[in-house]
């Protein structure tokens, strides 16, 4: 069965450090990949998506992540943290676009003025 | 309407008690999931819809859990004789599936609380 590892439960940065949270999934193809965040209180929101081609792959508020074959990552990237990026972060697999997500435990990050 | 929408955003309900959550999903999408966040479960897949297809029900947890979806938009789930282990937050996601790759967009979900 397919599985996603998020190794880190809390991470805590500075403002303005550069962040980067690590994801890996155990599955016998290259599935579709995924980021979301979650802010108390609501849903979650996609930052970004890996479904073929350039495996780097750009998202929302400056977010970027690298899609590695060899290592089964695809690990989470920001070069400037802002305060406001405090929040849960979810690295989620699936077979393909429109089947059900499989979800990393979740790794909450926490921003030190 | 503009995005994913759950009622209520919160329930607090006895334990036996049988709660329905609704989810209206985004205008267009034909496809529309349910999961569930708790503490100790995290992330789980419930049930999936698609179109007029047979429900994928294979992550309901027990057969107190059910969901339907009426005239391929709106959708309840009902929890029959609830249980403590049921309080979590349910979330709807919906997703369309007409363009290919299309990732799935979430409601904020419904905070359910079984005293």
């Known amino acids: 069965a397919q599985s996603v590892t998020q190794p880190d439960i809390h991470i805590t940065v500075s403002e303005g450090a550069s962040l980067e949270l690590r994801c890996n999934y155990s599955?016998?193809?290259?599935?579709?990949l995924f980021w979301y965040v979650q802010s108390p209180g609501q849903g979650l929101q996609l930052l970004l998506k890996y479904f073929s081609g350039d495996t780097l792959v750009q998202g929302i508020k400056g977010f970027e992540a690298e899609f590695k074959r060899s290592q089964s990552s695809f690990n989470l990237r920001k070069p400037s943290v802002h305060w406001s990026d405090a929040a849960e972060y979810f690295c989620a697999v699936a077979l393909n676009a429109g089947n059900m997500l499989t979800f990393g435990g979740g790794t909450r990050l926490m921003v030190k003025p | 309407g503009a995005g994913v929408s759950q009622s209520p955003s919160n329930k607090v309900t006895e334990k036996g008690k049988d709660v329905e959550l609704r989810c209206d999903p985004i205008?267009?999408?034909?496809?529309l999931y349910w999961y569930r966040q708790s503490l100790g479960q995290g992330l789980e897949f419930l049930i999936y819809f698609q179109g007029n297809s047979a429900p994928d029900k294979s992550g309901l947890p027990s057969d107190r859990f059910s969901a339907e979806r009426t005239g391929g938009s709106v959708s309840t789930l009902t929890i029959q004789r609830t249980q403590q282990e049921d309080s979590a937050v349910y979330l709807c996601a919906s997703s369309s599936q007409t363009g290919g790759n299309q990732p799935q967009h979430f409601g904020d979900g419904t905070r359910l609380s079984i005293l």
């Open positions: 599955y016998g193809a290259t599935p579709y």
């Open positions: 205008s267009g999408h034909t496809a």
